[in-house]
């Protein structure tokens, strides 16, 4: 189903002008639009030097890894090879055992060897601009629909709750679902659940998005829907998107830049053409005939 | 001895008056039972040096020690160092102290089997330690621990019957003395365990019918 031509949407014909006067600004993540993405200054997220050990399995080997402002970018590789590892650790979920991590121009990690980890400020502060996307959908469970959207956003933010409540009806329209806000998920089916927690995670205006296999739980009839909106958004904003998928087809449409994980380190980053078409690397090959021969 | 009837339905209203501070004793113990034991398990849970361990010392002390004895203790041996209240009121915190201990354990299972995804949500949106406790964590879980917490209420109730050790005057108390100023204990004694049964079975058809509303949606 296409988000768009759900007949609950009362936002499809609805011009996209902002308020005279406003300065314009995308629908979506709330940052100013029509400019160029790119921005003087680094990249978005910077990975220098990260490690990550679990005993001795050495999950992530001395990554160094950079996202550029407003760039989609897939992340694919053999089971193990640490790429969820990467977006747990931006959603600080886990922590490196070494290694920093910059995220816009603010540090979310500056580990040495041995150090003990604790949550910082600038850690949490950091943490705002980042939303996440999980396999499990992870909503909760005893609110609804839109009970789930506002939560952060009147909590965190501090926004009042008029307003939460119309921007979480505006994003479930986006998504689809308009004519779900007061269903609560286990009446919802795993694709639309899936879709309330795209919803909820924009709410928050993150600059970075990551999706960890964000089609993995769902049966194949209901992954076209979730794709969908993940690729009108890839579309439609210069939010930075970061996608680990087994999806192949998906990630070589909407990507800019597809990284080929192994064993701990990017085997090979290229645009989507050269990954799957003329891939460099005998293992980024190898993979891709695995996956893609059924 | 011989069932006499009309003593037994002369006895009666005596016998409702202990049942009823039986039922006070009972839901007032639960009461605090119930917001100690989930204090003590967010505790234990927060991992806070000191206070965590403690509060998981406190909990093994009173499991570990007869509910009896804890009564006593506070009524006969806590006056002697100035502190004392009336039997009942000794009653009801006691009673209400122990259950929390038990309490607290099933609080820990219902947090424990709230998914990590939950948690894990939460952090991903930033939400303050506290709004994660108080509207995602604690309602998933107290709401799948309801149906073993109805079971220790109607526990509580039978138990309640050990207070009369410490003079409170509830049902298994006003029994014995009615025995032991008649010399009749047939009918006290056997009324009384008829009016427990009489309260607590509707109230275990009661836990069984939470129990298949509160079972986890699959």
């Given amino acids: ?294 | 001895m011989i069932w006499d009837n009309a003593f037994a339905i002369s006895i009666i209203p005596m016998l409702l008056k202990g049942l009823w501070v039986t039922i006070q004793l009972t839901l007032l113990g639960t009461l605090i039972a119930a917001v100690l034991g989930l204090v003590a398990a967010v505790i234990r849970r927060l991992n806070i040096p000191v206070v965590s361990p403690l509060v998981s010392f406190m909990v093994i002390f009173i499991r570990g020690t007869p509910l009896l004895i804890q009564a006593y203790v506070a009524f006969f041996v806590l006056p002697i160092y100035g502190i004392s209240f009336n039997a009942f009121t000794t009653g009801v915190v006691i009673i209400g102290i122990n259950y929390s201990a038990y309490m607290a354990e099933v609080y820990r299972s219902g947090i424990q089997g709230v998914s990590v995804g939950q948690w894990e949500a939460a952090t991903a949106l930033s939400l303050p330690t506290v709004r994660t406790w108080c509207r995602v964590i604690l309602p998933q879980a107290v709401r799948t621990v309801i149906p073993m917490l109805g079971n220790y209420l109607i526990q509580m109730f039978k138990d309640s019957a050990v207070l009369s050790a410490i003079t409170v005057v509830e049902l298994m108390a006003t029994a014995q003395s009615i025995g032991t100023s008649t010399y009749r204990y047939l009918e006290p004694l056997t009324m009384a365990g008829a009016l427990f049964l009489l309260v607590s079975y509707p109230a275990s058809r009661l836990v069984n019918k939470l129990e298949r509303r509160y079972a986890p949606k699959q």
């Avoid at chain 1, 952060?152 to 986006?174: S, T």
């Fill in chain 1, 1 to 294: 189903m296409h988000p768009s031509n759900d007949p609950g949407s009362a936002d499809a014909g609805r011009p996209d002008a902002p308020l005279p006067g406003g300065p314009r600004t995308d629908r979506i993540t709330g940052l100013p639009t029509g400019s160029a993405p790119i921005v003087a200054g680094g990249p978005i997220v910077a990975f220098d030097n990260v490690s990550k050990n679990w005993g001795d399995n050495q999950v992530l080997k001395a990554l160094n890894f950079n996202v550029n402002p407003g760039e989609k970018v897939s992340i694919i590789g053999p089971s193990g090879s640490g790429k969820t590892t990467i977006l747990r650790i931006l959603m600080t979920l886990e922590s490196p055992t070494e290694g920093q991590v910059h995220v816009d121009g603010d540090v979310l990690w500056n580990v040495k060897h041995g150090d003990k980890i604790r949550e910082t400020k600038v850690m949490r502060a950091t943490r705002r601009k980042i939303g996440m996307v999980f396999q499990g959908f992870n909503l909760f469970p005893h609110m609804t629909a839109l009970e789930n959207i506002i939560e952060a956003p009147v909590h965190v933010l501090g926004m009042n709750k008029a307003e939460a409540r119309d921007r979480a009806a505006e994003l479930l329209q986006l998504v689809g679902l308009g004519a779900h806000m007061n269903h609560t998920p286990p009446q919802l089916s795993g694709g639309q659940q899936q879709r309330v927690a795209i919803a909820r995670a924009l709410a928050m205006r993150p600059k970075v998005l990551l999706f960890d296999e964000p089609t993995s739980a769902l049966d194949p009839e209901l992954i076209g829907e979730v794709l969908n909106v993940i690729r009108n958004l890839a579309n439609s904003t210069d939010m930075t998107m970061l996608m680990v998928t087994h999806e192949m087809r998906f990630a070589e449409e909407i990507s800019d830049r597809v990284v080929m994980f192994d064993h701990g380190s990017a085997v090979e980053s290229g645009p989507p053409e050269q990954i799957f078409k003329n891939p460099q690397e005998e293992r980024t090959r190898a993979f891709l005939q695995a996956v893609l021969k059924h």
